[in-house]
């Protein structure tokens, strides 16, 4: 079956604009990780959504970043007044909600570039 | 709070020799879930391995091999006969039963598989 899948797989901005990044995760998967990669490290939680609902979102760095799952499928982060400190790639990975089988998979990521 | 390190940055060697890449976790759970992941040069992070904290037996999975032992907090993975496709960064991961599951991840190790 698919996979999870982002878009944009690059997206360039500049400094001070809005960007929205979107998942779509594997069908049937309950819940849902976005993940933040710099070079050379490993990914950082950011958020976790258990259906419509942002479950943990500890990881958020400050207020310009948010995200949103309406529907409980398809969720989207929004980073408001990029900075260039926000360019890496974002992933996100989705699973099963059963203890034991909620493996997280991943998307391709999307790498966002702040100039 | 939970913390996986992987000392090894990179790691080079010649084909169909076996390596082993270290991990050592850190986390006041009881239960625990551990993970190794593949993230190849087109930035797709692969899953690999799941492990959980009550199952200490050691898995083989055709040429991989991993290794857990909870008295040194130790999940190595181990490549027999390396590839030249084997070269990617591997990244070693655990999730707590009583979070949402998020994972942390260590830094990676860089594999460079020589012909």
């Known amino acids: 079956g698919a996979g999870v899948s982002q878009t944009p797989s690059n997206k360039v901005t500049e400094k001070g604009k809005y960007v929205e990044l979107r998942c779509d995760p594997i069908?049937?998967?309950?819940?849902l990780y976005w993940y933040r990669q710099s070079l050379g490290q490993g990914p950082e939680f950011l958020i976790y959504f258990q259906g419509t609902g942002a479950a943990d979102d500890s990881g958020l760095p400050n207020d310009r970043f948010f995200a949103v799952r309406p529907e409980g499928s398809v969720s989207t982060l929004k980073i408001q007044r990029t900075e260039r400190g926000d360019s890496a790639v974002y992933l996100c990975?989705?699973?099963?909600?059963?203890?034991?089988?909620?493996?997280?998979?991943f998307g391709p990521g999307t790498r966002l570039t702040v100039l | 709070a939970q913390k996986v390190t992987q000392a090894q940055t990179e790691i080079s060697v010649v084909e169909k020799e076996d390596v082993t890449l270290d991990c050592v976790y850190e986390?006041?759970?009881?239960?625990?879930?551990l993970f190794w992941y593949k993230q190849p040069p087109s930035g797709e992070l692969v899953f690999l391995i799941r492990?959980?904290?009550?199952?200490?037996q050691n898995e083989i999975s055709g040429r991989y091999s991993w290794n857990f032992q909870k008295s040194t907090s130790s999940f190595n993975f181990t490549i027999t006969a390396s590839q030249v496709v084997d070269s990617a960064v591997y990244f070693c991961?655990?999730?707590?039963?009583?979070?949402?599951?998020?994972?942390?991840f260590g830094s990676g190790t860089q594999l460079t598989v020589l012909p």
């Open positions: 990975a989705s699973s099963s909600s059963n203890p034991g089988t909620d493996t997280q998979y």
């Open positions: 986390t006041r759970d009881t239960t625990y879930y």
């Open positions: 492990r959980n904290s009550f199952d200490e």
């Open positions: 069908s049937g998967h309950t819940a």
């Open positions: 991961a655990l999730s707590e039963a009583g979070s949402a599951r998020q994972l942390t």
